[in-house]
């Protein structure tokens, strides 16, 4: 290749470019912030995504230059929760800005790579930065990352994800380039994401333990698309005409200080405002903390509203407790009272914790707050399974803290799902055959919707997943349903269970452990 050739090339790449985020405060702020962790959380159409592409390029070209050849090398892992959403959004926002046509093409194989090069012009340094996208929705695919050598990493949709491949992310950054060509100037992982409810890590971690020190995690919320806007403040007269939008009962008006609002469609929010609920807007349009449901609740039979209640504990009526293993391990704490109804007094969720640990503090919790009770523990049957190390199953492991667990009558997945869904369809003297403690949090977040089915991607009607999602709702969902079964609910679920039932999606078994 000329030097001219290169030079033109050179030269078309940047100038294919638009870095210039001067005028989105707060993108610009997360841009200029050195934080080992950063997140930049906003509305759909803030420009987010674009951002955070784009950063990928400005910290390769911060990068120290090679003291053998005179090339800045980086590497970046971009990571997404699946790969047909990481095709259909990541990967078009990344095509948007980087171009086959100028920066070269992308190999589709998986994993997909894209390898920018610019060669060395006069004084500027040349430039590779080798780019890795990656599908990372399950704690257990965090192995996926540990052969990586990477300089930083991007998580598009961070909510989407599990903390710990987050947190597995942080390991693998900072390891390239190597020594000999100069090694990494800067290190770290940037997420973006639209916003969350106010019980998930994102939210802890941003909103409440916000970690400080050299390596801080840092976040930037941008200003919401709209704004609601009062009643009073409406002017009776041809409101939409000057900028109000009416939806969900409610007054809206386009947010004077919401950014990217140059490089959206005209109307933008007003059109993607039609026909979603208060929940959605507040969520992607307002750019507020909220719960949305997506996909399909595995109970919909649950009612928030009917079935949560100030629940004090039966005196002389048994305690019946569901557990979940594995490395999110869950409790629910129930009662089965004379009339055949459920009440859910507590619930244990962890994060990142063995059984070891979740052991004592399930012990401590037993022995705190039902001294007296009799108590039966169920538990996930796939418990039985003998640990490959130590020979032991979590059954035994339990027995030795003094915690005498048996495991469920079944671990069908149907047989799971209608233990919990009978006593919701029954009424007892007027109320509700199953009530849960207002102070179940992330069970009553799991009944609603966060633990579901996943939508799947064809024409047509709706359609979803043979089997629920596993994500941090799913863990205490399954102990609710191990609690019931096991505590009298199985009698009349596992009747039968082998006869036909008519057609039936296949697969409908999953391991508890994934």
């Not at 012990?363 to 523990?377: H, N, T």
């Amino acid at each position: 290749m000329s030097t001219s050739k290169k030079t033109n090339d050179y030269d078309d790449a940047l100038k294919s470019l638009d870095l210039d985020f001067s005028t989105s405060p707060t993108i610009w702020k997360f841009l200029n912030s050195n934080a080992f962790v950063r997140g930049l959380i906003g509305p759909v159409g803030s420009g987010k995504s674009y951002a955070s592409a784009a950063e990928v390029m400005i910290r390769a070209v911060k990068q120290k230059v090679s003291p053998r050849d005179g090339i800045r090398y980086s590497r970046f892992a971009i990571v997404r929760n699946s790969y047909p959403m990481l095709r259909t959004t990541t990967l078009k926002t990344w095509q948007e800005l980087f171009p086959e046509h100028i920066w070269g093409p992308i190999r589709h194989a998986p994993p997909i790579t894209h390898h920018l090069k610019l060669p060395t012009r006069g004084k500027a340094a040349g430039i590779d930065c080798e780019v890795v996208f990656l599908a990372l929705d399950q704690p257990k695919d965090v192995r996926k990352l540990l052969s990586l050598e990477l300089t930083g990493a991007w998580v598009n949709e961070a909510r989407e994800l599990p903390k710990a491949v987050i947190d597995g992310l942080t390991h693998r950054v900072g390891r390239y380039p190597v020594q000999a060509d100069g090694g990494p100037s800067w290190r770290g992982v940037w997420i973006d994401s639209n916003p969350c409810d106010d019980d998930h890590w994102m939210y802890r971690v941003a909103e409440i333990e916000k970690p400080k020190g050299k390596y801080a995690w840092e976040f930037y919320r941008q200003p919401g698309g709209v704004i609601e806007t009062p009643k009073d403040n409406v002017p009776e007269e041809m409101p939409e005409a000057q900028g109000f939008i009416f939806s969900c009962g409610r007054w809206w008006q386009q947010n004077p200080k919401a950014e990217n609002i140059g490089n959206l469609p005209t109307g933008y929010y007003e059109q993607i405002m039609g026909g979603k609920n208060l929940d959605w807007i507040r969520c992607y349009a307002e750019g507020k903390y909220t719960f949305v449901l997506e996909g399909k609740p595995v109970w919909p039979e649950y009612d928030d509203q009917t079935m949560v209640a100030d629940c004090e504990v039966v005196p002389g009526v048994p305690i019946q407790i569901g557990l979940d293993f594995g490395l999110t391990p869950a409790a629910v704490f129930a009662q089965r009272l004379v009339n055949g109804g459920w009440q859910v007094l507590h619930e244990l969720v962890t994060f990142d914790m063995g059984l070891e640990r979740f052991g004592h503090i399930l012990k401590a919790e037993i022995e705190s707050r039902f001294p007296g009770y009799d108590v039966s523990i169920f538990g996930d049957p796939a418990g039985l399974q003998r640990d490959s190390i130590f020979e032991t199953t979590a059954f035994d492991h339990l027995k030795t803290l003094g915690l005498y667990a048996q495991p469920c009558p079944s671990n069908n997945w149907r047989v799971r799902r209608e233990a919990l869904a009978s006593p919701m369809g029954r009424l007892i003297e007027g109320k509700p055959g199953f009530v849960v403690s207002k102070n179940c949090v992330q069970l009553r977040k799991a009944l609603a919707g966060g633990y579901h089915y996943k939508r799947v991607q064809v024409s047509g009607h709706e359609r979803f997943k043979d089997t629920p999602n596993k994500n941090e709702s799913s863990h205490v969902g399954d102990a609710a349903g191990y609690c019931l079964l096991g505590g009298g609910e199985h009698r009349q679920m596992t009747r039968n269970t082998t006869r036909p039932t008519g057609t039936t999606n296949a697969a409908l078994e999953f391991d508890v452990f994934q």
